[in-house]
């Protein structure tokens, strides 16, 4: 199976603040990544697919890059609504396989 | 406006079977180039993908569970089902039920359904 580690595992801002969080994969995926954001006691959201195409009604703060196997999601200024989990997750080789999550808090 | 919600029991003793179902709505369900899956994610931890299947019954299955899981489909009814065997403690979390693209990500989520494994 391909391993995804993101990292931080947590990360602390503040509202208005640029972050960027990286996800790795343990061997090469391509384009292949999906990033998702989940609020406490909610299902996950695509943010972003393909490692740059972000979701219709995305906000356009979310930036994806990246290519093989190493990947970032930056935030260009944070806002209240987006202190969540965000995970990344592989879909070159199934199992499909998802990092285990970068938790952005004030 | 396609929406995916998951049913079934939120208490499954060890070593019985886990059956959930997730109804879709305000989307074709035989749509081809979709599948429709399922992803847990245990209390406190990270999402782990279960299982696909398509409208026609082609499944793909997490090998970690592959012989514990079934997923099956009801097309008139718009819905498929899981059903996961001889469940431990371990399989305890919140199941959600997901669209997947034709590439594999998942594009739209259910609210998730917790099953608690206790006896």
């Known amino acids: 199976d391909i391993q995804m580690t993101q990292s931080p595992s947590t990360l602390s801002a503040s509202v208005g603040d640029r972050v960027t969080l990286t996800c790795r994969a343990s061997?090469?995926?391509?384009?292949?990544l999906a990033w998702y954001q989940q609020r406490p006691g909610k299902a996950p959201n695509l943010l972003i697919y393909?490692?740059?195409i972000l979701e219709t009604g995305v906000p356009s703060r979310f930036s994806g890059s990246g290519s093989g196997a190493e990947f970032t999601l930056t935030i260009s200024s944070l806002h209240p609504e987006d202190f969540a989990t965000y995970f990344c997750?592989?879909?070159?080789?199934?199992?499909?396989?998802f990092g285990h999550g970068t938790r952005v808090e004030v | 406006q396609l929406q995916l919600q998951e049913s079934g029991p939120g208490l499954v003793k060890p070593s019985e079977t886990l059956s959930l179902t997730c109804t879709v709505s305000?989307?074709?369900?035989?749509?081809?180039?979709?599948?429709w899956g399922w992803v847990r994610q245990a209390p406190g931890k990270g999402l782990e993908w279960l299982g696909s299947?398509?409208?026609?019954?082609?499944?793909y299955y997490n090998p970690s569970f592959k012989s514990r899981l079934t997923l099956s489909v009801d097309t008139s009814r718009s819905r498929f089902s899981l059903s996961l065997t001889s469940v431990t403690t371990a399989d305890a979390a919140v199941y959600y039920c997901?669209?997947?693209?034709?590439?594999?990500?998942?594009?739209?989520w259910g609210r998730g359904s917790l099953v608690t494994v206790s006896s």
């Open positions: 997750q592989q879909y070159h080789t199934p199992p499909w396989t």
């Open positions: 997901a669209r997947l693209t034709f590439t594999r990500y998942f594009d739209v």
């Open positions: 305000g989307f074709p369900f035989t749509r081809d180039s979709y599948f």
């Open positions: 061997q090469t995926i391509n384009k292949w």
């Open positions: 393909e490692t740059s």
């Open positions: 299947i398509q409208y026609g019954g082609s499944t």
